[in-house]
């Protein structure tokens, strides 16, 4: 068990250097080198690859007990942030009648709009209305298959690049003869 606890130390804070890199360093980063636009995974790659190469220079010989402890740590991180993002009853009630109120004039080749009605939206935090659209910051619960999905390739890329960076750094330390 005491064996443990530095590679679960280092686990941790590779997830925090892992949401670090993707979040804030290497998109502005490759924006800044690669002017043209890469695709989202091109970041989540390289963000993985960078811890990876942090995990082998601070736990050279556990450094592949860290990807278990990664994979529970980003599934605690999807589990916690959906709670904290769930739709609650208020903001649901303002989704739907934002949503009755914008769609109601698709297709109708009549000019007259049905009147608009006022929806508070100061009992639903998240919930924005903007002229004649809204957009909300929360998880319906028909949208949580979604939620679950992304977040989970999201950081199974992170995983795949910090894996390339652990595989690729393998020293064999064999005597040398001679």
């Not at 490759?30 to 989540?44: E, G, K, Q, R, V």
Request: aromatic share 8%; charged share 10%; hydrophobic share 50%.
């Amino acid at each position: 068990m005491k064996s443990l606890i530095k590679p679960l130390l280092v686990a941790v804070l590779a997830a925090a250097l892992c949401k670090l890199l993707m979040s804030l360093v290497v998109p502005y980063a490759l924006m800044l080198l690669i002017p043209d636009s890469l695709p989202i995974w091109t970041n989540l790659l390289v963000s993985g690859f960078i811890t990876g190469l942090v995990v082998v220079r601070v736990l050279p010989a556990q450094r592949y007990y860290v990807i278990p402890m990664l994979i529970l740590i980003f599934a605690l991180l999807i589990i916690g942030g959906y709670a904290l993002h769930r739709c609650n009853g208020t903001q649901l009630a303002a989704i739907d009648q934002l949503a009755s109120q914008t769609w109601t004039d698709i297709g109708n080749p009549d000019p007259v709009s049905p009147p608009q009605v006022a929806v508070d939206l100061s009992a639903a935090p998240g919930v924005t209305q903007d002229g004649q659209g809204f957009s909300y910051s929360c998880v319906r619960p028909g949208e949580t298959l979604d939620y679950f999905l992304s977040l989970h390739m999201m950081y199974g890329i992170s995983l795949l690049g910090l894996l390339l960076a652990l595989l690729l750094s393998h020293r064999s330390r064999r005597p040398r003869l001679g």
